[in-house]
């Protein structure tokens, strides 16, 4: 994780804005090129080749795609997948550039016609569609700091980078609690959960529910990058930034938007997807800060059990539709979008926290 505080002046005036994308875009390739390369890794299936084969075969024969110029634009796109998946592991990150540029088209430009071409009737997303669409997110995240950009250069006035250590991953499991999802039932509702215990059975296609609760829970938890941010901030108060907004790559997730919203902080994000992830966890942090935030915890856990009682008792066997903005699964709204500002001039900027210290001391910012 990236700590980011402001210390030089980030303009696009002497530049347009493709060549400031085009820059942007080729430093966030540059840092995070092993999850790039990963997601590439995944489209190396001859599975997934030879699907893509046939479809664009099929389309080359369609003459309703021949005499529609968007459907022949959408031809010539789909026909550029297997060189997209055939670069070189040794390539240099220039050559990557088009390649999100590419899988951006699929999220924001086509994803109606993949979805047509590779999904029949209520079958699900093929798996590797979601990793397309996965890596349309650096350059999607590039348009919008760009945007940003252009509309608050002061936002980004002078860029001071800190290694910030990532925190190791810990392990939790049930053990051989054979009874952990009827005793955690009990607790929730009150009553004898016997009936819940069979309905998510039903629900999870399992005759043992209690064996599959009891796998779902071994677990390595982990430490997501926006509470990395917040810890630090929570022990280095004096490096608050007056601009209290955090630019991530994605949208936040469930777990970090209810922390968010309790804690006294009160950083802005985008969005948040809604996405429950069963490994996230807080941050370390030290006893004095714990303390602090010992009451916030306690209403962030009563939460989330009253969350989970009602969707027990209102919502249970319901399928929710997966976004096709994140792999991490169904969000727990339908809607799954949240912000925590409503416009760039609405982003929080924090005056009673500490002395205004001038530029020098503009924002934070933190990159995934």
């Known amino acids: 994780m990236l700590y980011f505080k402001s210390r030089w002046k980030y303009s696009l005036s002497k530049k347009s804005v493709k060549d400031g994308e085009f820059e942007i875009l080729f430093k966030i390739i540059k840092l995070t090129g092993d999850k790039i390369w990963s997601l590439l890794e995944q489209l190396r ?17 369609d003459e309703a795609y021949l005499d529609d110029g968007e459907k022949a634009d959408f031809q010539q796109w789909i026909a550029i997948f297997p060189f997209i998946i055939s670069l070189s592991s040794n390539a240099m990150p220039v050559q990557l550039v088009p390649h999100m540029i590419w899988a951006a088209q699929a999220r924001w430009k086509y994803s109606e016609r993949i979805k047509l071409l590779f999904c029949s009737d209520e079958e699900e997303m093929p798996l590797w569609i979601k990793h397309i669409y996965k890596l349309a997110r650096y350059h999607s995240a590039t348009k919008a ?10 936002i980004f006035t002078s860029i001071y980078v800190e290694a910030v250590e990532v925190p190791g991953q810990q392990r939790f499991s049930l053990a051989n609690d054979i009874t952990a999802l009827r005793t955690t039932l009990q607790r929730l509702t009150k009553t004898d959960p016997g009936s819940l215990v069979e309905k998510l059975g039903q629900t999870w296609l399992t005759d043992d529910p209690e064996v599959r609760f009891r796998k779902a829970c071994r677990l390595n938890l982990t430490v997501h990058a926006e509470m990395q941010l917040f810890t630090f901030y929570d022990h280095n108060p004096d490096l608050t930034p007056r601009l209290l907004f955090m630019g991530t790559s994605k949208k936040v997730c469930f777990l970090y938007h209810n922390f968010l919203s309790r804690h006294p902080l009160a950083i802005g994000v985008s969005a948040s997807h809604q996405k429950l992830y069963p490994t996230w966890m807080p941050a370390p942090c030290s006893s004095s800060v714990r303390k602090k935030h010992k009451t916030l915890l306690w209403d962030l856990n009563r939460h989330l059990e009253e969350t989970v009682l009602r969707d027990l008792e209102t919502r249970l066997g319901v399928r929710r539709p997966v976004h096709m903005d994140s792999t991490a699964g169904p969000s727990l709204t339908i809607t799954g979008t949240f912000s925590s500002f409503s416009s ?7 005056s009673e926290l500490v002395e205004d210290q001038g530029p020098s001391s503009d924002t934070g910012i933190i990159t995934e």
């Open 45 to 61: 299936d001859p599975e997934i080749h030879a699907t893509v084969r046939r479809k664009i075969s099929a389309l080359r024969t």
């Open 145 to 154: 700091m760009v945007k940003l950009a252009t509309r608050q250069p002061d």
């Open 344 to 350: 760039a001039m609405e982003l929080p900027i924090r």
